[in-house]
């Protein structure tokens, strides 16, 4: 059974995440992370989500948790992530990203992580997404510099980053199958 804490847990994604822990065989949902200022510090996650035979309590730092997941899922914001991917590293925790508008330096950290820890990182875990990049990966190289492609998205309200970071990586797929740098092509 592999235990899973997810981070930002009351967000719209967190508890998408919670939920999907606990209703999959082999995943035990065994922590969540809130922000400091959460009235749902110590807080029962089933009185959240509407069961209430889970009895995980929501804690305000990863590091109160360490010793009660395996994996961590993380789909917060830049800062928040990579101060969850140092404690992950010193804990030698396996760690899921889906976090976006992370900088370069930022994903340089994140890769040098992964030689260390289990890293998953990921604009968009969806698998029509990543079909798409494919997909778009093989049409640049086919249409080469004969025409131009251009990305547009359209997102709900509350969307945080736009780009988001699956536009951005559609960007870079196309900018790396002509050989381009995607920061010279905008």
């Not at 082999?26 to 996650?45: C, H, N, Q, Y």
């Not at 976006?100 to 997404?129: C, H, R, W, Y």
């Amino acid at each position: 059974m592999m235990r899973v804490a997810v981070t930002g847990a009351t967000g719209r994604m967190g508890r998408s995440l919670m939920e999907a822990c606990i209703s999959t065989e082999d995943l035990a949902l065994t922590a969540a992370i809130v922000r400091p200022e959460s009235s749902l510090v110590g807080a029962k996650v089933g009185d959240l989500i509407g069961n209430k035979e889970i009895s995980v309590v929501f804690v305000d730092e990863l590091s109160k948790a360490i010793n009660d997941f395996d994996v961590l899922i993380d789909f917060t914001s830049p800062a928040t992530t990579m101060h969850n991917l140092s404690v992950c590293k010193q804990a030698g925790k396996k760690i899921v990203i889906g976090t976006t508008g992370l900088d370069d330096q930022q994903k340089k950290a994140i890769e040098e992580a992964g030689k260390e820890i289990a890293v998953v990182f990921a604009p968009n875990m969806s698998v029509g997404v990543n079909l798409c990049l494919k997909l778009l990966e093989t049409a640049a190289k086919i249409m080469g510099d004969e025409f131009d492609i251009e990305i547009v998205e359209a997102h709900h309200r509350h969307k945080v980053d736009a780009p988001s970071g699956t536009a951005l990586r559609m960007g870079e797929v196309v900018a790396d199958a002509l050989g381009r740098d995607l920061s010279e092509c905008a």
